[in-house]
């Protein structure tokens, strides 16, 4: 069975339940969706981080993410752009750093 090589780009959102954060999630999907021809959704997930304190704090966030039909090894630069972009985005939108954009190789059964 051959496998095609795709990079897969995963935004990890906080989810306050605040209507910019909503605002900002469905403005993601979208991009995701007319660029890449479709996204997911998960909402709801926990988590937790250490804060400044040494605190242990729980988290919710919401992950959306998408398959980009390209190869990571030969569009580096250009995906490496992208999630840049991506995050500019969102922290002007949000102006914090909590979101987390992620950029993997990974490979589709056809």
């Known amino acids: 069975m051959p496998l095609l090589e795709r990079v897969r780009v995963e935004v990890y959102l906080p ?3 605040l ?3 909503e605002k900002l999630l469905q ?3 979208e991009e995701f969706t007319y660029a890449f021809g479709g996204c997911s959704i998960v909402r709801g997930l926990e988590g937790s981080y250490l804060s400044i304190g040494g605190m242990v704090m729980p988290d919710r966030i919401n ?9 990571l ?3 580096f630069t250009v995906v ?5 972009e991506l995050k500019r985005a969102a922290m002007e939108v949000l102006a914090e750093e909590t979101i987390l954009i992620t950029v993997e190789q ?3 059964a056809v």
Do not use: F, R, V
């Open 15 to 17: 989810d306050p339940h």
């Open 19 to 21: 209507a910019e954060y």
């Open 27 to 29: 403005s993601l999907a």
């Open 63 to 71: 992950l959306l993410y998408a398959d980009i039909p390209t190869a």
């Open 73 to 75: 090894t030969t569009n």
């Open 80 to 84: 490496a752009g992208y999630a840049g």
């Open 106 to 108: 990974i490979h589709h």
